[in-house]
């Protein structure tokens, strides 16, 4: 069964930096479109950045451009999110997800598209 599993996450403060990462289990990293959504509380989740299957092609929400960057490794099954710049409005629980192929350029901020998620990792900006 293929697992998504992150880590990365903690607390810092605002103008700070974190590192997430994620490794999926399995060797099928490669063949899947990645992304990653976060979700504060009380607030629904929401799409931060997506990295097409061979890392070409990313796309970030508006809130988080400039400052996040998204890549991956598929040599090492792990996908990253680098975030520059904290602020406040970034705390929330940060979730990787992934689905198998390409992804539609209507879809891959759509939550629904994708069929894997990992159990998620806080991040907290004070």
């Known amino acids: 069964q293929v697992q998504l599993v992150e880590s990365g996450g903690g607390s810092v403060q605002t103008g700070g930096s974190l590192t997430l990462t994620c490794t999926i289990s399995?060797?099928?990293?490669?063949?899947?479109?990645m992304a990653w959504f976060r979700q504060a509380l009380g607030k629904e989740r929401e799409a931060v950045a997506r990295?097409?299957?061979?890392?070409?092609?990313?796309d970030y929400a508006n809130s988080v451009k400039g400052r996040f960057t998204i890549y991956r490794d598929n040599a090492k099954n792990t996908l990253y999110l680098q975030m520059n710049s904290l602020k406040p409005e970034d705390t929330a629980v940060y979730y990787c997800?992934?689905?198998?192929?390409?992804?539609?350029?209507?879809?891959?901020?759509?939550?629904?598209?994708?069929?894997?998620w990992g159990q998620g990792t806080q991040v907290t900006v004070s």
């Open positions: 997800a992934a689905v198998l192929g390409q992804v539609r350029n209507d879809q891959y901020f759509d939550a629904s598209t994708y069929r894997l």
């Open positions: 399995g060797n099928t990293f490669s063949t899947h479109s």
């Open positions: 990295i097409n299957q061979g890392g070409g092609f990313t």
